[in-house]
C-alpha cells in the first residue's frame, strides 16, 4: 500500500529526523548483554544494533522490502532494556516507535487495527461499552480454572487454549465510582488520578485500594470522567492518527481540573505519559508542547508519590515485627525501572506493610516478556521469557510476587497457570494496603 503523495513530504521529513538519530549509535553492542529477546533467540537482528543498522538505510530497505523492515522493527517487546543500559544514551524507544509510525504511514494498518483502533479504543465511551459486554460473553469462550492463584480462565478455542487470561471485571472501575470527577474534602495534595484499561477493566479492585489509600493519607482525590487508553497500544502499532487523536482528548480533559499531582498505578500508563506523550504526540486542538510537558512533570507513579511525596517509610526491623510476616518478592516492570529509574520505592511499600516482608528474587528486573501486543504475535517466545521469570519467582521462596504494572501482573498470571504455581500474583499497592485500611 502506497502512501498518499500529500503525506510523502511528511513522510521524507520524518526518516531524516529518524536518520540523524540513528547515527548517534556506534554498534558498540552493550544493548546485546541486556536484551531479552537476544537471550531468548540469539539472533543478532532483535538486538537493538542490529535494527539501528537496518534503520540507517531505512528509505531504501523500506522501499525494497516493506514487509521485511515491518517485521523486524515490530519483533521486539519495547521494554527499554537497550536504551537503559546504553553508554551514548542513545533514545532507542523513540526511534523504534518513530520508525513504526513511519513504516504504518508507508504500508497503512491491517483493516482490524484501524477500526479496532480508530473507531472503538479512540472512542473512550464505545472502548467502555464493548468492554462491558465483553465481560457478559466471555465465559461462553473462557474456562475458568477455578481458584487458582493466578485467577485465570483458559481459552476454550484448540488454537488458543495454551492462553491463560485474567477474566473481565463485571463491573469495571468506572462504573463502581459513585462520585467520579469530584473532590474528596481534605487539605492535603489536588492528586488526579489516571486510571487506565487495566486498572480499569481487569483489576477495578487494585484501583478501588489506590483511591483508599490516597485518601488515608489525607490526598485530595480527583477522578475525571471519560478516561480512555494512554495510546501506547496505537504507537507502538504505528498508528500516529489515534495515538494523537487519544492523547487530545485527554490533555482536553485533565486541563479542565486543577491539580498538583497525576498519579497511576500502571507503569505504562506513567511511562507514556510523561517520555513517549511529549516527544510522539502531535499536537491538535491542545496548546502544543508545553502542555504535555507541564503535565508529564506532575504525573507520577502511586509508589513514588507515596514515598516520595507523602513520606511513607520502611516500618523498624525487628524481630518481633517479621515473626508472622509472609514473604513477597518484587518484579520490576521495565517501564518503571529502565525508563523512570523508579525501583527503591515500590520496595518501600512492601517494607512498610505490616504483613509482609520484601524477599528480593534473582534478576528481578529483566523482562517479564509480556510487551503488549508483542504477547499476542510471539506468544511462544513470550512465554519462553516469562516461564524464566517464573523460575526466579519460585526460587525466592515468597508466598506472593508484587509487581507495579498490571501488564505484568497478566503475564505473570498465564505463566503461573501455565506452570500450576501457587504463588499469588498482586499489585505492589495491595500489598502494602494490607494491615492498613
Given at each position: 500500500m502506497k502512501i498518499k503523495r500529500s503525506g510523502f513530504k511528511n513522510l521524507i521529513r520524518m526518516m531524516k529526523s529518524l536518520e540523524e538519530r540513528v547515527q548517534q549509535c556506534n554498534r558498540c553492542g552493550m544493548c546485546q548483554s541486556v536484551c531479552p529477546l537476544y537471550a531468548a533467540t540469539g539472533h543478532e537482528k532483535d538486538v537493538a544494533r542490529g535494527k539501528l543498522q537496518m534503520l540507517d538505510g531505512l528509505m531504501r530497505e523500506m522501499f525494497q522490502n516493506p514487509g521485511g523492515v515491518s517485521a523486524r522493527i515490530n519483533h521486539c517487546l519495547l521494554c527499554g532494556s537497550c536504551e537503559a543500559g546504553c553508554p551514548r544514551q542513545v533514545s532507542v524507544m523513540e526511534i523504534f516507535l518513530t520508525a513504526r509510525a513511519i513504516i504504518t504511514a508507508y504500508q497503512g494498518l491491517s483493516k482490524v487495527k484501524k477500526f479496532f483502533f480508530r473507531r472503538i479504543m479512540a472512542h473512550p465511551d464505545l472502548f467502555d461499552r464493548l468492554m462491558e459486554w465483553g465481560a457478559g460473553v466471555q465465559y461462553l469462550f473462557m474456562k475458568p480454572l477455578g481458584k487458582t492463584p493466578a485467577s485465570c480462565s483458559?481459552?476454550?478455542?484448540?488454537?488458543?487454549?495454551?492462553?491463560?487470561?485474567?477474566?473481565?471485571?463485571?463491573?469495571?472501575?468506572?462504573?463502581k465510582l459513585l462520585h467520579a470527577g469530584k473532590s474528596s474534602p481534605s487539605n492535603g495534595p489536588k492528586v488526579a488520578f489516571f486510571v487506565g484499561c487495566l486498572l480499569d477493566k481487569l483489576f477495578p479492585e487494585t484501583a478501588q485500594t489506590i483511591i483508599k489509600i490516597l485518601g488515608h493519607h489525607g490526598a485530595n482525590v480527583i477522578i475525571p470522567k471519560n478516561q480512555g487508553c494512554c495510546g501506547i497500544p496505537m504507537m507502538a502499532a504505528g498508528d500516529r492518527e489515534s495515538f494523537n487523536q487519544l492523547v487530545d482528548h485527554h490533555i482536553r480533559l485533565l486541563n479542565a481540573e486543577e491539580f498538583d499531582y497525576l498519579v497511576t498505578g500502571c507503569a505504562t500508563c506513567t511511562a507514556?505519559?510523561?517520555?513517549?506523550?511529549?516527544?510522539?504526540?502531535?499536537?491538535?486542538?491542545?496548546?502544543?508542547?508545553?502542555?504535555?510537558?507541564?503535565?508529564?512533570?506532575?504525573?507520577?507513579?502511586?509508589?513514588?508519590?507515596?514515598?516520595?511525596?507523602?513520606?511513607?517509610?520502611?516500618?523498624?526491623?525487628?524481630?518481633?515485627?517479621?515473626?508472622?510476616?509472609?514473604?513477597?518478592?518484587?518484579?520490576?516492570?521495565?517501564?518503571?525501572?529502565?525508563?523512570?529509574?523508579?525501583?527503591?520505592?515500590?520496595?518501600?511499600?512492601?517494607?512498610?506493610?505490616?504483613?509482609?516482608?520484601?524477599?528480593?528474587?534473582?534478576?528481578?528486573?529483566?523482562?517479564?516478556?509480556?510487551?503488549?501486543?508483542?504477547?499476542?504475535?510471539?506468544?511462544?517466545?513470550?512465554?519462553?521469557?516469562?516461564?524464566?521469570?517464573?523460575?526466579?519467582?519460585?526460587?525466592?521462596?515468597?508466598?506472593?510476587?508484587?509487581?507495579?504494572?498490571?501488564?505484568?501482573?497478566?503475564?505473570?498470571?498465564?505463566?503461573?497457570?501455565?506452570?500450576?504455581?501457587?504463588?499469588?500474583?498482586?499489585?505492589?499497592?495491595?500489598?502494602?494496603?494490607?494491615?492498613?485500611?
Open positions: 483458559q481459552l476454550v478455542s484448540p488454537i488458543l487454549s495454551n492462553r491463560n487470561l485474567v477474566a473481565i471485571a463485571k463491573v469495571p472501575f468506572h462504573q507514556t505519559i510523561k517520555k513517549i506523550w511529549p516527544s510522539m504526540a502531535e499536537a491538535k486542538s491542545f496548546p502544543g508542547k508545553e502542555s504535555l510537558i507541564g503535565l508529564a512533570e506532575k504525573t507520577m507513579d502511586i509508589s513514588e508519590f507515596l514515598v516520595n511525596v507523602m513520606g511513607v517509610s520502611p516500618r523498624p526491623n525487628s524481630r518481633n515485627n517479621q515473626i508472622s510476616k509472609s514473604e513477597a518478592t518484587y518484579h520490576d516492570p521495565c517501564h518503571l525501572r529502565k525508563t523512570l529509574k523508579i525501583y527503591k520505592e515500590p520496595r518501600i511499600l512492601i517494607q512498610a506493610s505490616s504483613k509482609y516482608q520484601l524477599k528480593e528474587m534473582s534478576e528481578a528486573e529483566t523482562c517479564c516478556g509480556m510487551g503488549g501486543s508483542f504477547n499476542l504475535r510471539h506468544y511462544k517466545t513470550s512465554t519462553e521469557i516469562g516461564l524464566k521469570k517464573i523460575d526466579h519467582i519460585k526460587a525466592s521462596g515468597a508466598t506472593v510476587v508484587a509487581t507495579a504494572c498490571p501488564a505484568c501482573m497478566v503475564q505473570i498470571s498465564d505463566m503461573m497457570a501455565k506452570t500450576k504455581t501457587a504463588i499469588n500474583v498482586r499489585h505492589v499497592v495491595e500489598i502494602y494496603s494490607d494491615g492498613l485500611l
